[in-house]
């Protein structure tokens, strides 16, 4: 059977091209494939598993002034580092000086570990008398009672880049514990006992929803199978690959569960969009190899353009020049590959290798899509929604964008920030750690900040006089519940002090405090000499990363859009087109926005995932969030757009195409949306919130897209735009590259390519652009 402008009859293999080409043979050769993916796979696996890396969250911003304030305090005061964490301890019964040998037995022992500079006990020294309270509590390490002490602990190195071994600390508090006492581990040191995030059922979940939802879409059992396995090799080849970079560069924890739900996702839709072409190839009764060929020289274009743009989308996150969120996005990035790779040699291995039996074990009546009309009828009589968006576009227009107004209300008071330990379950140390101390000391005590005052080029006639004033400037900061006294470091060049705020860390109150103390008191408390002040540890620079984040987010954002409105405007030759598909993809990231503010920041909701009370946005997740997002709402606009931009080569009837794309891509762009929104959904059962943020932003924007950016908006805005919506001035089209998402290019300009703008109204419709022959 010959169709219309479909890669069949004379000549048809040489216009299948490469890809073609490279789907057939996978499919002919069906077993060899599919063991060297094997191999592939278990080699990756055992390499990553000798060779592979661990994840951690540190990094540093170069530049900034709390790295700065850092490298000044390391190179003048060694034993003085910021990295500071707490041993909280409780005791309900009775007063901290009941177990002082306890305490005193196991400060030492913390001292002798090997990444430990200083350990500090919360009792005076033995055989002193008490000396009586000074200060503020928040500035004392035993609480007015006395039931309620902490062990501040000084590391050499962030406590995140010591792995999970504890060993050493727990033997040294074993003693306090066997004698009652409730010890718990607070910041950085409580981050770090927290056991290692376990995405299994997540991923289980996110699998199941993927059965059921293929079942019902492809009503085979063999045919629902072949995208799984596909996403499954990719995304386990693509996390060997992570895991063996790991080892190169410094990647986050949450990397590897980002990687999995990218891959997962687009693994998964890549699959479904090949087999629904592969089985409408074998429904006209092509040979199944052959129609594994024709399957990847036209839908394989897609998938490899929209992989394309979902990875330009994820390496853009560079730009913004922090370490951890670029690679982040290269994290994803990995598994999107991987998951291109399977698409285009796997899945038509499988299908070749299942032959006409792809249908064999049926749960309902198969389906595949429908073919175009022959000839010049239009298919807009076969859709009756597709009829009404035609009749009343603006309607649906009007609609469209209400719905995504709405939900991007909360988008307005997003507050970026750092979730801090206090909006963790109770059952993590570091949440009861923080508990304790809020309770204790103030909510601010949980978050110390280190200031530095380097005097080191005053001459020395003049540092008193420095220290008089800065001392008299920080005695009275807004915001700060105290400021402990200037101290001279040993080499008497640094004047280092300790400033609590008033709230706690993820508080703006707390943001609010550190930029006015870099901005204005600490300015303030060196004018006049050659002096410079500095705040810095681990709240401080949380701070920093949020002012970097925020300052570059527009940046990365004008980034993405530039580059995916680039493809589509190469893709399908059309300035409005590609401007449509970027204007509606912010519009559905906005919303998808909008939902994440009211569910953590607003707290709708919040409990009933696990998150005690309201949090602030974590401040990377917005920028990932972005670039993810446009990237996979790119998949379905490729997807919806080359089925638009076929007919409309055909017919050059811009309603037609529209109608017919809608009719045919349907069902797949729903399957596909539904397991995406199941996957990202599952994720919600993750212990990190940040984790969970990402899950509620994708699964919400991925609805969305779907629903209301696919359904309303835009079949809305091109019905209303016309042949307008594929013009593009000669000039350009001249200097663009010719790249198809279906693998066929006109040989010509496109109808609509002319500096007077759209086609004219004596075009006539018969003259198609002609195909290469």
């Known amino acids: 059977m010959s169709l219309p402008n479909s890669p069949s009859g004379p000549g048809s293999r040489r216009r299948e091209g490469a890809l073609g080409r490279l789907g057939e043979w996978c499919a002919r050769h069906a077993l060899v494939v599919l063991a060297l993916w094997l191999v592939a796979l278990a080699g990756v696996q055992m390499l990553q598993r000798t060779f592979g890396g661990e994840y951690s969250d540190h990094f540093s911003l170069p530049g900034v002034q709390s790295t700065q304030g850092r490298d000044v305090l390391a190179r003048h005061d060694p034993k ?28 030492p022992g913390l001292r002798r570990l090997p990444y430990v500079l200083t350990a500090q006990s919360p009792l005076p020294p033995p055989g002193s008398p008490p000396k009586p309270a000074q200060g503020p509590p928040v500035t004392r390490p035993l609480s ?105 560069f410094t990647l986050g924890t949450v990397s590897p569960t980002l990687a999995t739900m990218i891959g997962l996702g687009v693994g998964i839709d890549y699959a479904l969009l090949l087999i629904t072409r592969h089985r409408q190839h074998l429904m006209d009764g092509a040979d199944p190899a052959v129609a594994a060929g024709r399957t990847v020289a036209t839908g394989g274009r897609a998938v490899l353009v929209s992989g394309v743009t979902v990875v330009v989308a994820l390496t853009g996150l560079s730009v913004s020049g922090v370490g951890l969120i670029g690679k982040l996005g290269m994290a994803a990035a990995v598994t999107v590959i991987t998951a291109v790779l399977c698409a285009l040699t796997l899945v038509p291995a499988l299908l070749g290798l299942l032959g006409r039996g792809i249908d064999r074990f049926r749960v309902r009546r198969p389906i595949a899509e429908s073919r175009p009309a022959t000839g010049g009828a239009t298919p ?38 750092h979730i801090g330990n206090g909006a963790g379950p109770t059952s993590a140390t570091d949440r009861r750690a923080f508990d304790l101390m809020s309770s204790a000391f103030g909510p601010g005590s949980t978050g110390p900040l280190t200031l530095v005052v380097d005097r080191s080029e005053v001459p020395q006639a003049d540092r008193p006089a420095l220290a008089e004033q800065a001392q008299r400037v920080l005695g009275e900061v807004p915001g700060a519940a105290a ?44 004018r006049g000499y050659d002096a ?61 926005y909008g939902v994440v503010v009211a569910v953590f920041q607003w707290g709708w909701g919040g409990p009933a995932l696990g998150v005690s009370g309201t949090v602030p ?21 490729i997807f919806l757009l080359s089925r638009v931009h076929e007919t409309w080569l055909r017919t050059a ?70 042949p307008r919506a594929w013009w593009t001035p000669r000039w350009l089209d001249r200097v663009l590259p010719h790249v198809a998402a279906e693998g ?26 002609r195909l290469p022959r």
Not at 80 to 107: C, E, N
Not at 534 to 562: E, K, N
Request: some cysteine; hydrophobic content about 55%; aromatic content about 6%.
């Open 532 to 592: 410079h002040g500095y705040v810095t540890g681990t709240t401080a620079g949380q701070v920093d990363f949020l002012d970097v984040v925020a300052g570059r987010l527009p940046l990365i954002m004008a980034v993405v859009v530039a580059l995916a409105f680039l493809i589509i405007l190469i893709v399908f030759r059309g300035v409005l087109v590609a401007v449509k598909a970027a204007v509606l993809n912010i519009l559905s990231i906005a919303a998808s």
């Open 144 to 248: 007015a009672d006395g039931r309620t002490g902490y062990i501040a602990v000084r590391f050499r190195l962030p406590p995140v880049t010591l792995g999970t071994d504890l060993v050493g600390v727990d033997r040294a508090v074993a003693p306090l514990r066997a004698a009652g006492v409730q010890v718990e581990y607070g910041g950085a040191l409580g981050q770090l006992a927290r056991p290692a995030t376990d995405d299994r059922l997540s991923e289980a979940i996110g699998f199941a929803v993927a059965i059921l939802v293929l079942l019902a879409g492809f009503g085979s059992v063999l045919a629902a199978g072949v995208p799984l396995l596909a996403a499954l090799i990719a995304v386990s080849c693509g996390l060997g690959c992570l895991g063996l970079l790991a080892a190169a």
């Open 617 to 637: 946005i974590e401040s990377y997740v917005p920028m990932m969030m972005f670039a993810i997002v446009f990237g996979l709402s790119m998949d379905y606009e």
């Open 380 to 417: 807009v009589g076969r859709d009756r929604y597709a009829q009404r968006v035609a009749r009343r576009p603006w309607w649906y227009l009007v609609g469209g964008v209400v719905v995504v107004a709405v939900l991007s209300v909360p988008v307005f008071s997003m507050r970026l920030g």
């Open 80 to 107: 003085g580092g910021p990295y500071i964490s707490q041993v909280v301890l409780h005791d309900g019964a009775r007063p901290l000086t009941a177990v002082g040998g306890q305490i005193d037995g196991a400060v």
């Open 744 to 769: 066929q290019v006109p040989r010509h300009p496109s109808p609509c390519a002319d500096r007077r703008g759209p086609r004219s109204s004596n075009y006539d419709p018969d003259r198609r652009p």
């Open 653 to 722: 009837d811009s309603r037609a195409s529209v109608a017919h794309a809608l009719e045919i891509t349907a069902r797949v762009i729903t399957c596909a949306a539904l397991i995406m929104v199941g996957v990202f959904a599952a994720f919600l059962l993750s212990d990190s919130i940040v984790v969970k943020m990402l899950g509620l932003g994708l699964a919400v924007s991925v609805l969305i897209d779907a629903t209301v950016v696919r359904l309303l908006l835009m079949p809305a805005v091109l019905t209303l735009l016309g």
């Open 483 to 526: 400021v402990t006294p200037l101290r001279p470091t040993p080499d008497g060049a640094v004047l280092t002090a300790t400033a609590y705020s008033d709230q706690a860390p993820q508080q703006p109150g707390t943001t609010a405090l550190v930029d006015r103390l870099v901005h204005t008191v600490l300015p303030k408390a060196v």
